[in-house]
C-alpha cells in the first residue's frame, strides 16, 4: 500500500480546492448532483464525482496515483454535518 503524504498546508489544501471547485467545477456538477461528493485534485484540477467521499478518491487516485485531494460536498459548505439540528429554518 502505497502511503501518501501531503505536500501542502491545511490551509493551502483549502485555498486551492474551494478556488478550483469554484472556478472550474461547480458549474460542471451542480446541477443534478446535489448532495455528492467531489474529489479535486488541487494541483491539476482533475476530479471524480461518487456518493461517498472515499469512493470519490479512490477513482481520483486510480486515474492519478499522485494526486492531492480536496473532497466537497456539492450544494453544501461541509462534507459532513455533526450533531442533530438542521441549518435551514424551521417553518
Known sequence: MTVRQP?????????RGN?????????QVEAGNHGKIVAINIETGS???ADRPML?????????????????????????RFGSRSLRQSV
Open 7 to 15: 505536500r501542502y498546508s491545511k490551509e493551502e489544501f483549502a485555498r
Open 56 to 80: 470519490a478518491v479512490d477513482r481520483l487516485y486510480e486515474r492519478e496515483p499522485d494526486a492531492q485531494p480536496w473532497v466537497i460536498r456539492i450544494g453544501h459548505r461541509a462534507v459532513f
Open 47 to 49: 476530479f471524480e464525482v
Open 19 to 27: 478556488e478550483i471547485y469554484e472556478s472550474q467545477i461547480r458549474s
